[in-house]
């Protein structure tokens, strides 16, 4: 299962991510998004969950996940991507 996480807090790095959602199963990948100019967190990532029930518990789990300014951590499952429509002009 693949789940979205928003509103990281700041300096979370992939390691730790990984160490939070271990809690609930096996992590198969965590992922902090980072700007690729400043190398800086952007804010939210991606967690990769063994099986779909492991994640399921994880994000039942980390609902009530608060950061130290007292805003909540987003956590729920990812959604495909859309497809990227290019419109090109001549």
Avoid: C, H
């Avoid at 979370?12 to 990984?18: C, H, I, K, R, S």
């Avoid at 096996?26 to 700007?35: G, P």
């Avoid at 956590?75 to 290019?86: C, G, L, S």
């Amino acid at each position: 299962m693949n789940i979205y996480v928003g509103y990281l807090p700041d300096g979370m790095n992939d390691e730790q991510l990984n160490a939070k959602f271990s809690e609930f199963g096996q992590v198969t990948s965590a992922k902090v998004i980072k700007d690729r100019d400043t190398g800086l967190s952007k804010g939210f990532g991606f967690v990769e969950m063994s099986n779909n029930n492991e994640g399921q518990n994880a994000i039942d789990g980390l609902q009530n996940w608060v950061k130290a300014d007292g805003r909540k951590v987003a956590v729920n499952v990812a959604k495909e991507r859309e497809a990227r429509q290019t419109s090109y002009r001549y």
